[in-house]
């Protein structure tokens, strides 16, 4: 049984769902779609986080520089390291 991925619409035998920690359900048929649509946005350059990113203050940024650049003195903290968050 096929099912539509909800990005590009494509029915798709092997797609897949993705539950997310508010509890919504989506169906995608790659991890392109999936990615597209779920990933969050980097605040200073607006290119999709794919990675670990950074956080400062609820904040997403795709690395150090763009939350350096966006978050002044608060930012000038953020070094790229995997798993590295500002405390």
Known sequence: ??????VCG???WMAFEIRTVSGDVHTFDSFECAA??????CEHCGIKI???GVEVSGRFFCCAHCARVVEGERGAEIR????ARPA
Not at 1 to 6: K, N, S, W
């Open 10 to 12: 494509n029915d798709y």
């Open 36 to 41: 597209h649509k779920l990933a969050p946005v």
């Open 1 to 6: 049984m096929a099912t539509t991925c909800e």
């Open 80 to 83: 790229d390291a995997v798993g």
């Open 50 to 52: 794919l990675g670990h």
